[in-house]
């Protein structure tokens, strides 16, 4: 395994360091969704332990609009507002969700709840994302869990006891009849067969040779992906910033959706993150400006300015070895598209990564390991 960073794990990346009490905050991947077996299972098999399972407000979310907390009953109109509007107003096939909440005029609000629910899901811009799958129930918020000690666990344990190459930048695979060649920065290795698992956005970078079949390059220019920064905060005043958010919560803010972290972790502190995705990504601002705004959100939560004890920003998008969040596919291509951009090419080159699978809804972690297991066949019935 050839591994570009000094780390495995990719988009699942635990931090640690400079967090106060020792606590850990996941800066990728956090929620590991109900019903997700293949993640559910290997997290057993590698002996790792879950928290208990966490369900955010789906029915009446918490909302945080113009400077203060909405209450019950006005936020639970707003979910109603999007709820009534899909029944009214069925959204359309290939239907943008920009399109739709103005087909179906929303209100203002009902628009903002909207963009903040997308930016924690698929986490690309109104215009991107596909409006059929909107989850307006928000059933994805319900029965949750995290791997303790931090979801990074789990790529390390998988990682014990293979071959793998870290710092090892790939550039090139050549494949033919003689085998594959790997050539990375310094090396080039020779294989049988080669398992490409870069994020699908980096697939078009990749030198092939010779070039991949136009019909699969098509088909990657065509999907699009979800764009966000991770911005994370620890703060002193655990039990205020808990009150003021739950266990998360949707503002009208940057980031549109926050979520606490260390619901089972001791010590005194409290860290908060959101994923400032899409449209709401923050661009010429500083890390520190961005700890700022964030705070801002915060404190407007919690009704008077908190202190942040440390703050980390992770921007996805520009990470060249991510350049996205998860995919998000429109309309009918996962069947047109997707089978195209994971099909072997000859019998030496496969394709895995959360961007190949078809799962409906979040869930990259899984869509990634079920990527494997296809993968797996394909070699076996090959
Ligand atoms: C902010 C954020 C929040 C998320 N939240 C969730 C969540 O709550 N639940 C969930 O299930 N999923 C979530 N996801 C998605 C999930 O993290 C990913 O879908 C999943 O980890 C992708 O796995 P992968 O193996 O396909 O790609 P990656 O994890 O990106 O792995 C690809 C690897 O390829 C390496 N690489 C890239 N280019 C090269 C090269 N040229 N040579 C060598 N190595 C290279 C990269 O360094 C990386 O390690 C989130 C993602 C992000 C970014």
Redesign the pocket.
């Known amino acids: 395994m050839?591994?570009?960073?000094d780390r495995?794990?990719?988009?699942?990346f635990t931090i640690r360091d400079g967090l106060h009490d020792g606590q850990y905050a996941?800066?990728?991947?956090?929620?590991?969704?109900h019903g997700?077996d293949n993640?559910l299972n290997l997290v057993a098999a590698q002996g790792l332990e879950l928290t208990t399972e966490f369900s955010l407000g789906t029915d009446t979310p918490d909302i945080i609009f113009h400077g203060h907390r909405l209450s019950k009953e006005a936020s639970a109109e707003l979910a109603q507002e999007l709820r009534d509007g899909v029944k009214r107003t069925p959204p359309g096939f290939y239907e943008t969700v920009a399109q739709w909440s103005r087909r179906a005029r929303l209100s203002e609000d009902a628009g903002k709840l909207l963009e903040a629910i997308a930016q924690g899901t698929p986490?690309a811009p109104l215009r991107l994302a596909d409006s059929q799958e909107l989850n307006v129930e928000l059933s994805w918020g319900k029965g949750y869990r995290k791997i303790k000690g931090g979801n990074d666990r789990l790529p390390q344990a998988l990682a014990r006891g293979l071959d793998v190459r870290l710092n090892?930048?790939?550039?090139v695979i050549g494949h033919g009849s003689g085998g594959v060649t790997v050539e990375?920065e310094r090396e080039t290795f020779h294989g049988d067969r080669a398992l490409v698992?870069?994020?699908g956005p980096?697939v078009q970078?990749?030198g092939f040779d010779p070039v991949l079949p136009a019909e699969k390059i098509q088909a990657l220019l065509q999907l699009r992906y979800g764009n966000?920064t991770?911005i994370v905060s620890q703060f002193k005043e655990r039990d205020l910033v808990r009150e003021a958010i739950g266990l998360g919560c949707f503002t009208d803010r940057m980031p549109g959706y926050i979520m606490e972290q260390t619901m089972q972790q001791p010590g005194e502190h409290v860290v908060i993150s959101g994923?400032a995705a899409g449209d709401v990504e923050p661009a010429l601002m500083t890390e520190e400006q961005i700890l700022d705004a964030f705070d801002e959100t915060i404190s407007a939560a919690v009704g008077r300015q908190v202190r942040r004890a440390y703050g980390y920003v992770?921007n996805?998008t520009q990470d060249p070895?991510?350049r996205?969040?998860?995919r998000a596919p429109l309309g009918d291509q996962r069947e047109t598209v997707l089978p195209e951009i994971r099909r072997p090419v000859g019998d030496r080159l496969f394709f895995?990564?959360?961007?190949t699978d078809d799962r409906i809804g979040?869930?990259?972690?899984?869509?990634?390991i079920k990527?494997a297991y296809r993968v797996s066949r394909e070699l076996l019935d090959g």
């Not at 050839?2 to 960073?5: D, I, K, L």
């Not at 090892?168 to 550039?171: C, D, G, K, T």
């Not at 895995?352 to 961007?355: D, I, K, M, N, V």
């Open positions: 050839f591994e570009a960073r495995v794990g990719g988009r699942v996941d800066v990728g991947a956090e929620m590991i969704y997700q993640i986490a090892q930048l790939v550039r990375t698992t870069v994020p980096l970078e990749l966000g991770r994923l992770k996805w070895l991510t996205s969040v998860v895995a990564g959360e961007y979040p869930g990259g972690m899984e869509g990634a990527s």
